[in-house]
């Protein structure tokens, strides 16, 4: 009878099928850019990777605009052509776009890592050309702001705030960095690009809002009959069989028709329907945007914390008086204690 011994830890051992799972290509291409762009944290180049995207594919699409071929078609909404066409407002429109698209891409490249810590002078030099494109674009959307969507108070009070808020926070933002308080100058500047963002949410919230409001029916917009006789291509017999033959008279430009909000129905109803969804959907917009940027800068304690320790120690070399203090800080215009070297951590 042969004695049977139990098989050593050695044997067992080599016996032993080691399971190691190899990330996929996706996986690894991900982490692999994740590094070469300078961001440490997964989260942040999940958020960069996302909004970024879309501003800067947003842009780029957006760019047939300029072309004078797409500028008085579809490219608009029916009825918005009319006051865009010529003039101020044109000028205002072309300097809109000229100014904002280019700066929504470049904004892009002031939150890679790497350009921030290699090459600090393109940092520069495109932070500055941000502002001025910026500063212009805004500039031309408040030209015309006042006939944006139908001119509704609600429309054009939605484009003057995101506006608004876009240059403050950029300004909020140009203002920390010349006090080297570089953790409040990443917060503005994060939400200056947040906000300006909002019009492509805003853009889908409106087609979504549009349709909800043709199927739900009762609304409508008011139109000048010099709008809709442009939209209808100064056709009269179109204006008579819409059911506007008030508009076919040589004097009645200024006089105001209720145009149903029926989308897919007509160019006069589909204009219609994106003007009474307009308002809504950008201060909807707006507030998201403005929640997902606290919600972020909440999220990301840990960068406040470095970033401020830094700012702690270039104001000190360059000899401020509360170093750490300089800028936006809630202990210099609120009532918290002044930040001092015993809070830096280790």
Known sequence: MSSQHPPSIATASSEMHTVVKTPNVVVRFW??????????????????????GALAGFSLASFRLLDPTHYYTASFAPGEVYWVREGIRKAGMILHLAAILPCGILSILQFIPKIRKQYILLHRINGYLVLILLVLGITGGFIMARHTFGGGVSASGATYAVGAVTLISALMGYYNIKQIQLEQHRKWMLRMV????????ARVA?????????????????????????????????????????CTDPNSGDQLVLVPATFEVSPQGVGSALRVAFGNSMWTSLL????????????????????????YQRQLEAGVKHPGSA??????????KYYHASQLKP
């Open 31 to 52: 982490s692999s850019l994740s590094k070469r762009l300078g961001f440490r944290r997964p989260l942040s180049f999940f958020f960069f990777f996302v909004f970024g």
């Open 194 to 201: 947040i906000y300006m963002s909002s019009i492509i949410t």
């Open 206 to 246: 409106m087609m979504i809002t549009a349709a909800v409001v043709t199927t739900m029916g009762g609304f409508a917009a008011p139109w000048s009959c010099a709008e809709l006789l442009y939209t209808l291509d100064s056709n009269t017999t179109k204006v008579i069989n819409a059911g506007y033959p008030q």
């Open 288 to 311: 998201i945007h403005v929640v997902l940027a606290e919600i972020y800068l909440k999220l990301t304690p840990s960068e406040t914390d470095r970033l401020r320790a830094i700012s």
């Open 327 to 336: 800028g936006t800080t809630s202990d210099r215009w609120g009532d918290a």
